[in-house]
């Protein structure tokens, strides 16, 4: 087989696979229905907490769980999957508050935090204040 048709058969194999999984649904964002399914996602890994206000971000791919003192219980779309998690003060290396925008990085490896918009500013406070540790909190100007 010549080096041209190898070329083009590797690459519409490729398209073809590309595409087989677009179609699929393998490039859609999963989305929160509201504050029960994220509150069904979280006790799907943590059964034994008792979160009290949910916060859903203006997106719908993210909710934040209040878990009492400094901890909140996150659930955040990751591709067509929820990826959860607890959150405290001491898992934080850099959280930001700029209007209704929350920045939150972590010093977890296998997930760095990320922006959270939320649908007003009163969100981004309540979400703010449970992880805040009174020296880590800036807020931007």
Do not use: Y
Request: a negative charge.
């Amino acid at each position: 087989m010549s080096l041209p048709v190898l070329v083009v058969l590797v690459v519409f194999g490729i398209a073809l696979s590309v595409a087989a999984v677009h179609f699929t649904g393998g490039t859609t964002t999963a989305t929160l229905a509201g504050a029960d399914h994220a509150l069904a996602r979280f006790a799907e890994d943590f059964p034994d907490e008792r979160p009290g206000s949910i916060r859903l971000t203006a997106d719908s791919h993210a909710a934040f769980l209040d878990l009492g003192p400094q901890r909140c219980g996150i659930v955040r779309s990751i591709g067509d999957c929820f990826l959860t998690r607890i959150v405290t003060p001491h898992d934080i290396l850099a959280l930001t508050r700029e209007g209704n925008v929350v920045s939150l990085r972590l010093n977890d490896f296998t997930w760095k935090g990320g922006r959270f918009a939320f649908a007003d500013e009163a969100g981004a406070l309540a979400v703010a204040a449970a992880l805040q540790s009174h020296d880590r909190i800036r807020e931007a100007a």
